[in-house]
């Protein structure tokens, strides 16, 4: 009897650890998260595994652009994985803390509205975390933005 518990056991645990090792090795497919749809205006969107912010900016894009990457850079676990300032469009990955999931956040200026898209790569439910990380950093752009 505990023989067959102390296997189940073992089996259990390597495949949470090849679980863990999944999540946090697979390769990211930068064209696939690098990319914005269409924005109607100014508001927030929530979605399935994500949320969406659009707001007027009211500074130069170059200026709003670099203050969010430096928002970005500061926030945990996150990294630049495609974009800069200069091309107008940034893709970030934040990693949760235990399990490393991957969430990426793509911000641009078009038409002097910023975008802040943020969304999970694996599951249906990002328990809220990217709305509580793209309103995070909307919150530090302070003047630089117009609330809707």
């Not at 650890?17 to 999540?23: D, E, N, Q, S």
């Not at 690098?34 to 924005?39: I, N």
Request: aromatic share 6%; charged share 20%; no cysteine.
């Amino acid at each position: 009897m505990m023989t067959i518990l102390l296997r189940l056991l073992i089996v259990l645990v390597v495949l949470v650890l090849g679980a863990m090792a999944y999540v946090r090795l697979a390769p990211t497919d930068v064209a696939r998260w690098h990319q914005l749809g269409p924005v109607d205006g100014p508001g927030d969107v929530a979605a399935p595994g994500g949320y969406r912010a659009v707001r007027m900016i009211t500074a130069d894009a170059p200026q709003v652009l670099a203050a969010i990457e430096a928002i970005a850079r500061a926030t945990p676990r996150t990294s630049l994985i495609a974009g800069s300032v200069a091309e107008g469009m940034m893709t970030f990955q934040t990693r949760s803390l235990v399990w490393g999931f991957p969430d990426h956040t793509t911000v641009a200026v078009q038409d002097d509205q910023l975008v802040i898209d943020g969304r999970l790569r694996f599951g249906e439910s990002d328990m809220g975390v990217n709305r509580t990380r793209v309103q995070d950093w909307l919150d530090q752009l302070g003047p630089l933005i117009v609330a809707p």
